[in-house]
């Protein structure tokens, strides 16, 4: 179970919502494979807890969508197919241009602070690329997104989104896609910092909707489909 390998036990009094953090960064970042059974027994003993906060964790897991319990044969986690990818991009695609319409209307203060932080992250990309670091750029690529969301102000929306960018990480990750645009990505998201940084709003929307479309493409084409 390579998964559970990289979990550590919790210092001081242990609760469902630390070992659930512990897990969803495991789930997220490829190291439970898709399908996996998840076993609240091998999980208590790993963390060194009572399996009580390891069910409660574990239930937590499963109303966020990355754990699937199946009756009479336990915890497994998120298998996704491509219907399950072109639902993600869509959700995803509805609250970014949500998040723009906040943004747009919120103030130049907003505006301002928003770009700034995307800006930040889109400079770090080139390196990453470089280095080929690609769960790093997979962080980082989500990262900027979730910051944009955020930019609307609305905590809503972020919360949602939180989760819709936790199952795209999975698509990503263990999907072991590498990324056939790497360098356009970059490109793609300098866009939409620009056109986000000029008041071309109409534009941004467009690209905003290119962007998920492409990804779509991508994701889906890596699972032979």
Same mark, same amino acid.
């Given at each position: &179970?390579?998964?559970?390998?990289?979990?550590?036990?919790?210092?001081?009094?242990?609760? @469902?919502?630390?070992?659930?953090?512990?897990?969803?960064?495991?789930?997220?970042?490829?190291?439970?494979?898709?399908?996996?059974? +998840?076993?609240?027994?091998?999980?208590?003993?790993?963390?060194?807890?009572?399996?009580?906060?390891?069910?409660?964790?574990?239930?937590?897991?499963?109303?966020?969508?990355?754990?699937?319990?199946? =009756?009479? =044969?336990?915890? /497994?986690? %998120?298998?996704?197919?491509?219907?399950?990818?072109?639902?993600?991009?869509?959700?995803?695609?509805?609250?970014? %241009?949500?998040?723009? $319409?906040?943004?747009?209307?919120?103030?130049?203060?907003?505006?301002?602070?928003?770009?700034?932080?995307? =800006?930040?992250?889109?400079?770090?990309?080139? $390196?990453?690329? !470089?280095?080929?670091?690609?769960?790093?750029?997979?962080?980082?690529?989500?990262? /900027?997104?979730?910051?944009?969301? $955020?930019? @609307?102000?609305?905590?809503?929306?972020? =919360?949602?989104?939180?989760? %819709?960018? !936790?199952?795209?990480?999975?698509?990503? &990750?263990?999907?072991?896609?590498?990324?056939?645009?790497?360098?356009?990505? +970059?490109?793609?998201?300098?866009?939409?910092?620009?056109?986000?940084?000029?008041?071309?709003?109409?534009?941004?929307?467009?690209?905003?909707?290119?962007? &998920?479309?492409?990804?779509? !493409?991508? %994701?889906?084409?890596?699972?032979? +489909?």
């Amino acid at each position: &179970m390579p998964g559970i390998d990289g979990l550590s036990a919790l210092e001081g009094r242990p609760t @469902s919502v630390l070992i659930a953090d512990q897990l969803r960064e495991r789930i997220v970042d490829g190291s439970f494979s898709p399908g996996e059974q +998840v076993t609240e027994a091998q999980l208590a003993a790993k963390l060194r807890v009572s399996r009580g906060p390891v069910r409660e964790a574990l239930q937590r897991l499963s109303q966020e969508g990355l754990l699937v319990s199946h =009756r009479n =044969r336990g915890v /497994f986690v %998120l298998e996704l197919t491509p219907h399950d990818v072109r639902e993600i991009y869509a959700a995803r695609q509805a609250i970014e %241009l949500s998040a723009l $319409d906040a943004i747009r209307y919120g103030g130049e203060d907003q505006l301002a602070s928003t770009v700034s932080k995307l =800006r930040a992250i889109v400079a770090k990309m080139p $390196d990453v690329v !470089a280095e080929g670091n690609w769960r790093r750029l997979a962080e980082l690529d989500l990262s /900027f997104h979730t910051t944009f969301v $955020d930019g @609307s102000g609305n905590s809503r929306l972020s =919360r949602i989104y939180s989760t %819709l960018a !936790a199952e795209s990480r999975i698509c990503i &990750m263990s999907l072991e896609v590498r990324y056939p645009r790497v360098h356009a990505l +970059v490109e793609e998201h300098e866009v939409i910092v620009d056109l986000l940084d000029e008041h071309k709003f109409d534009e941004l929307h467009g690209a905003i909707v290119k962007h &998920m479309a492409t990804a779509i !493409a991508d %994701l889906t084409a890596s699972m032979n +489909v």
